[in-house]
């Protein structure tokens, strides 16, 4: 028996695969980015800036009370 000539296989070609990974990888980003913008606004939405209370006359205690 002889063989006469060589015979390569054909090789692979893993298109679906890569393209759903892709797809997998690209979904995954935009959905953490999407989540990470929508815990940025909620947490600045439940923590606003404080702001400094206005000082009123009446709030001023004089140093000496008395009452008769």
Do not use: C, D
Request: aromatic content about 14%; cysteine-free; charged content about 10%.
């Amino acid at each position: 028996m002889r063989i006469s000539g060589i015979t390569y296989a054909t090789r692979k070609t893993h298109r679906i695969r890569n393209t759903f990974l892709f797809l997998l990888i690209v979904l995954l980003t935009a959905s953490v980015s999407l989540l990470s913008l929508l815990l940025f606004y909620v947490w600045r939405y439940t923590h606003p800036p404080k702001l400094s209370v206005p000082l009123f006359p009446s709030q001023v205690t004089p140093s000496e009370v008395s009452f008769t």
